[in-house]
Nanobody, 126 residues
Framework: QVQLVESGGGLVQAGGSLRLSCVAS????????MGWFRQAPGKEREFVGG????????NYADSVKGRFSISRDNAKNTVYLQMNSLKPEDTAVYYC???????????????????WGQGTQVTVSS
């Protein structure tokens, strides 16, 4: 029902910045909660942050709070993840997710989200 395509990943030096984009096919994009997850080799998929369609407020994991920010452009059906002050431990495949009804207290659970993108690789060098 909803197709998600991430882009913007790549190689960046520690301390640098990168912006990821996620384009959604849904015509009702403005009514979807959008989230970002990441998964490093040998690790479970980790919640990075999300943005509510109800309030527009952002929610972030402690590990990225103050460094990453999420925004959305409803006219372009696009959500962004701006990543600043990148660290080598940020290296992972980053996934975009969407859902129409999210309880933010359990947003870190992958099964909470109905739709997923294919992922984009982010590599941060020392």
């Amino acid at each position: 029902q909803v197709q998600l395509v991430e882009s913007g990943g790549g190689l960046v030096q520690a301390g640098g910045s990168l912006r990821l984009s996620c384009v959604a096919s849904a015509g009702t994009f403005s009514e979807y909660n959008m989230g970002w997850f990441r998964q490093a080799p040998g690790k479970e998929r980790e919640f990075v942050g999300g943005i509510s369609w109800v309030s527009g407020n952002g929610n972030y994991a402690d590990s990225v709070k103050g460094r990453f920010s999420i925004s959305r452009d409803n006219a372009k059906n696009t959500v962004y993840l701006q990543m600043n002050s990148l660290k080598p431990e940020d290296t992972a495949v980053y996934y975009c997710a969407a859902d129409q009804a999210i309880r933010w207290s359990v947003a870190s659970t992958t099964s909470t989200w109905d739709y997923w993108g294919q992922g984009t690789q982010v590599t941060v060098s020392s």
